[in-house]
């Protein structure tokens, strides 16, 4: 009896100790990193986290991509943190101009369906975050970015208020910024006898403009809406793009062809993003759908889902699967015959009806020297119309749009102190 | 065109196991019910450097962008 009052005793202090415990990890939700730093870490005694990340993203027979990513997040005492970053990226190989496949006259130089580049690009970023109020906080950030041809800078804030026992989150937030491109740009949709070349310094500006709420739906179920609006104007066309100019009937190209692709100077485009986090046992499924629409005429659906399983207490497993399938935007054509004058025309296959596939798998695991150590990889198939209804003539025998196949190898650790 | 049908299915046990948990969310879930909230993997963000290199990724790939959030900066790339 004695002993069944003292187990009884026990298990009221550790209920009443993990109680305790909890209250002190009242969440705040809208920012998931300053929750994780204060809450997830028990961050007082760890005012730094830094996490670093390599990735090797290789096309089969096109680009490759190499990318190393740097963050440090320091607390400034209880109220703020301030975090900074750091992105470096090289991109090699052979890209698609635009230009169809069959070639039937002997063109100038940069004709070819695939063009070889090399590139790298350089980017810093820093964000501020700050308690408002004990329920709202605010985040300030700034970026710049650049390489040989293209810069860009870019400002943001984002406000988050919690309601109802910080079981609600309301976010709202604003970013702009501005991309230059500094290079020689041939004039649009003007064939090649009688196009000038530019040098010239081109720039788009965007808004970005977010509602989002948080909301915890149960005791391991986290929801989060966010509606995107975006308005972005100015210089939008790839100045790398060709589009090519057929005969009407027989799908030859012409000694003239391609030409400079050309897109609007504005588009409006919407986001509605949701995202449910539900732990199963003792894993986590990470399940989200985003809808995409833009005045481009591009209509997009993303579905994401991410399993997070652990295996030991230091070892995990994190299958991943994303699918991804958008319209054609209503500029696009994969050739024009010869006579047509179209305002926009572009044949960039980013542009097209197209699908992609995801499947990849992480394993993240915790070092007896702290930290944790992650490591992924995942195979990624875009496909598109090959045989699209605008293809003229001999253009019909060709795949104007070749599966692209993609492999993901990413890296990263992550350790605060 | 299996693929999607096998994920559309996911997504809808997904939803539905998401559906059930609704339940209780009629009631506020109480500060002290939350440590599992409060784990790392709950986060709504559990891995910053994935999530960049995805949204890299991706926007360079594809037409539509966006959704999780407003800034970070562009790449000055059409």
Same mark, same amino acid.
């Given at each position: ?32 990193? !300053? ?53 470096? !990226? ?328 | ?78």
């Amino acid at each position: 009896m004695q002993l069944t009052k003292k187990r009884k005793g026990e298990t009221v202090r550790s209920l009443l100790s993990a109680a305790s415990a909890s209250l002190l990890l009242a969440v705040p939700l809208a920012n998931a990193e !300053d929750a994780h730093q204060h809450h997830a870490e028990g961050a007082p005694d760890q005012p730094w986290r830094v996490d670093v990340g390599t990735m090797r993203y290789s096309e089969k027979d096109r680009i490759t991509v190499s990318e190393q990513n740097f963050r440090a997040r320091r607390e400034l005492g209880e109220e703020s943190a301030l975090t900074l970053r750091a992105d470096y !990226d090289s991109v090699s190989g052979a890209s698609p101009t635009g230009t169809t496949k069959i070639q039937t006259t002997s063109g100038a130089s940069g004709t070819a369906y695939m063009a070889h580049f090399q590139t790298v690009r350089n980017a810093v970023g820093v964000d501020w975050e700050t308690s408002l109020s004990p329920d709202a906080h605010l985040t300030l950030s700034g970026d710049h970015s650049s390489s040989k041809m293209s810069k860009s800078s870019g400002i943001g804030a984002t406000v988050a208020r919690d309601f109802n026992q910080r079981n609600t989150t309301l976010v709202a937030g604003a970013s702009y910024s501005v991309d230059t491109i500094d290079m020689d740009i041939m004039t649009e949709l003007t064939p090649s006898d009688t196009a000038t070349i530019r040098a010239t310094s081109e720039k788009k500006d965007q808004i970005d403009l977010q509602l989002g709420v948080t909301q915890v739906l149960a005791r391991g179920t986290l929801l989060q809406v966010n509606f995107i609006h975006s308005h972005a104007s100015g210089y939008m066309t790839n100045p790398h793009k060709l589009i090519s100019v057929v005969n009407a009937l027989t799908g030859e190209t012409l000694t003239n062809s391609p030409l400079a692709e050309k897109r609007p100077d504005t588009r409006y485009s919407n986001a509605l993003y949701a995202q449910i986090n539900h732990a199963l046992g003792s894993g986590v499924l990470y399940s989200s759908y985003r809808y995409f629409q833009d005045t481009w005429g591009i209509k997009a659906h993303t579905v994401d889902l991410k399993y997070r399983q652990p295996i030991t207490e230091s070892l995990y497993v994190q299958p991943h699967v994303r699918v991804y399938a958008q319209g054609a935007a209503d500029f696009y054509r994969s050739m024009l015959a010869v006579g047509e004058t179209p305002v926009y025309a572009s044949a960039d296959h980013r542009l097209t009806k197209l699908q992609t596939n995801s499947i990849g798998v992480k394993l993240g695991y915790k070092p007896a020297f702290g930290g944790e150590l992650t490591v992924r990889a995942e195979v990624l198939r875009q496909n598109g119309e090959q045989h699209p209804q605008d293809a003229i003539g001999v253009q019909r025998t060709a795949d104007l749009f070749p599966e692209l196949e993609a492999t993901i190898f990413h890296i990263g650790y992550t350790k605060p102190f | 065109m299996v693929f999607r049908k096998l994920l559309a299915c996911l997504m809808v046990v997904g939803t539905l196991s998401g559906c059930t948990t609704m339940q209780s969310a009629m009631q506020s879930v109480q500060p002290w019910e939350k440590n599992q909230l409060a784990k790392e993997e709950m986060q709504l963000v559990p891995d910053r450097i994935e999530e960049f290199f995805d949204s890299r990724v991706y926007f360079s790939r594809e037409a539509a962008f966006g959704g999780k959030g407003v800034g970070g900066g562009g790449c000055g790339c059409n």
